[in-house]
């Protein structure tokens, strides 16, 4: 699995089948010490769950353990890999195929991925024998992905000077004492670094319910954030897209994407909510910097039944984005 909260939930719900029937699972991810993985491993599993880069540590394929490979594969027969785009858009080719080279040749390989660009296509084809494709489409999407309907998506066209000012707004109602205070929200921010600024405001406007997940805080500190935010103790989270795919809490009531991703992983943010049967609610601001993505932005809305706003069809249109003859 691409992230270790990815791989923490596999676990999770791993247990819950394996244990019944004597089937142990173990999990090893980074951000964590070795030590203990190293100890659980060697106790004997039948299921291991692994972010690449510790899978490597564990395998000492990047040669750098003192007492060498903690685990071997030759008796592996099965290979799953969840999440295959986002582990190759994270950089991840590399130790994939090195992974799978120390595995037994007659091990079956179930590769998953939610998009289908030419570098996974390349990737599949190299680690794959014999393979059966199978493709789950949701409407008329085809290869693209498509949003759920259950999500209303609203998006703002706005200035970049007048962006905190519409964020602010749409929080108005989360205050303490406000109507929608104590529900729980993600806003995703394209950086750690405006993650923190966006979050050191957010404690300003709306006290201790905020928290944070990016690659700057450790592992104790993002499943302490995961754990709270389940709870309800946090109910506002700004992160990063290493919460885009995977996390699934109930009752996220919204989404606020502070920038705009890129069209894949703005699908993938906003189906954090609307899960399992629920209605969810999901807010972008968008500004002239992304207008390269705003024909794709418009696809998305239209393919879901959602309200395109007249500036970003105006941008789509080439009127210049801001419905006026002024120059970006």
Known sequence: APTRELAMQIKSEADKFGAPIG??????????????????????????????????????????????????????????????????????????????????????????????????????????????????????????????????QRVQVVEARDKWPAFEKLLESYKPGGVDAGKRVIVFSNTKRDVNWIAQHCWELLGNCVDTISGDRNQKERESVIRRFREGSVTIVIATDVAARGLDINGIERVINYDFPGPDDYIHRIGRTGRAGSTGAADTLFTSKERKHAKELVRILTDAAQEVPEELARMVGGAGGWGSKRSW
Request: aromatic residues 6%; glycine residues 8%; proline residues 3%.
């Open 23 to 152: 089937c142990r699972a173990v999990a090893v991810y980074g951000g964590a010490p070795k030590w203990g993985q190293t100890r659980d491993l060697q106790a004997g599993c039948e299921v291991v769950i692994a972010t690449p880069g510790r899978m490597m540590d564990m395998l000492d394929l990047h040669g750098a353990s003192w007492t060498g490979a903690s685990t071997s594969l030759k008796d592996c027969r099965v290979l799953v890999l969840d999440e295959a785009d986002r582990m190759l858009d994270m950089g991840f080719e590399k130790d994939i195929r090195a992974i799978v080279a120390q595995l037994p040749t007659d091990h079956q390989t179930l590769f998953f991925t939610a998009t289908w660009p030419k570098a996974v296509q390349r990737v599949a084809a190299d680690i794959l024998n014999a393979a059966t494709q199978v493709m789950v489409t949701v409407g008329s999407g085809g290869e693209k992905l498509t949003a759920n309907k259950a999500v209303t």
